[in-house]
């Protein structure tokens, strides 16, 4: 089955607790994405990546690292999360070519809570 | 960066009924324009978009919506709703090119069909 898949679903941990979010997709998707989502702001994209050992800013890549060492993974990491990146954190892949880009398949989400 | 407005937080609205979710953008040069859906405890779900050609773009379960560059507008309708439409709907845009991979949403519409 197509997918992609976010690990873990949930966590709660405390601040400046390292901590990574594991994303992978099995549809051999060059783009994926990463986005967080807090009530009333809706989607904002956080870092995106067009193809391996790419990466790049979104709108608030602040406080987060990516990195795209294969094509299928694209993890994100808070080196020291703190308690305003609670939030709810998507990842999306999609093929590059033309516009297929917007063609986004999205992962379930990670419910993360840093106290 | 591109601005993404939804006039409507919420639009309630019994079934059978008409509705038209709102959704302005700021920029005037060429943009693409998406509608994503998100059934409750789910990822984003591409509903339809508007890359080139003709203004009225049909997509997923009956939607549709009109591009109107004169007046920056991408609403999305449906001539009848169902109770299996409630959800939060977001409006997206993107400008491409450099850019290509930015994708800017809106802060969504909860549309909730009572029966």
């Known amino acids: 089955e197509a997918q992609v898949t976010q690990n873990p679903r949930y966590l709660i941990t405390v601040t400046g607790k390292k901590l990574t979010v594991t994303c992978s997709q099995n549809?051999?998707?060059?783009?994926m994405s990463w986005y967080r989502q807090d009530p009333g702001l809706g989607l904002r994209q956080i870092y995106y990546?067009?193809?391996?050992?790419?990466?790049d800013k979104g709108d608030v890549p602040e406080g987060y690292k990516v990195s795209r060492k294969e094509k299928r993974n694209f993890p994100l990491i808070l080196e020291s999360p703190s308690p305003n990146q609670t939030s709810l954190y998507f990842c999306?892949?999609?093929?590059?070519?033309?516009?297929?880009?917007?063609?986004?398949?999205f992962g379930p989400g990670t419910r993360l809570t840093v106290t | 960066a591109q601005s993404v407005t939804q006039l409507d937080s919420q639009v309630p609205v019994f079934e059978e009924a008409p509705v038209e979710l709102r959704c302005n953008y700021s920029?005037?040069?060429?943009?693409?324009l998406f509608w994503y859906v998100q059934y409750p405890n789910q990822g984003l779900q591409l509903l339809l978009k508007?890359?080139?050609?003709?203004?009225l773009v049909k997509g997923i379960n009956g939607f549709e919506a009109e591009f109107n560059k004169s007046q920056t507008s991408f609403h999305l309708r449906k001539p009848s709703v169902h109770i299996s439409d409630t959800a939060e709907y977001f409006c997206?845009?993107?400008?491409?090119?450099?850019?290509?991979?930015?994708?800017?949403f809106g802060r969504g519409t909860q549309l909730t069909v009572w029966p």
């Open positions: 999306a892949s999609s093929l590059s070519g033309d516009l297929a880009i917007y063609e986004q398949y």
């Open positions: 549809m051999n998707h060059e783009y």
């Open positions: 990546s067009m193809n391996v050992e790419v990466t």
């Open positions: 920029s005037s040069v060429s943009v693409y």
């Open positions: 508007y890359l080139s050609g003709s203004t």
């Open positions: 997206a845009v993107s400008r491409g090119g450099s850019t290509l991979g930015r994708l800017y």
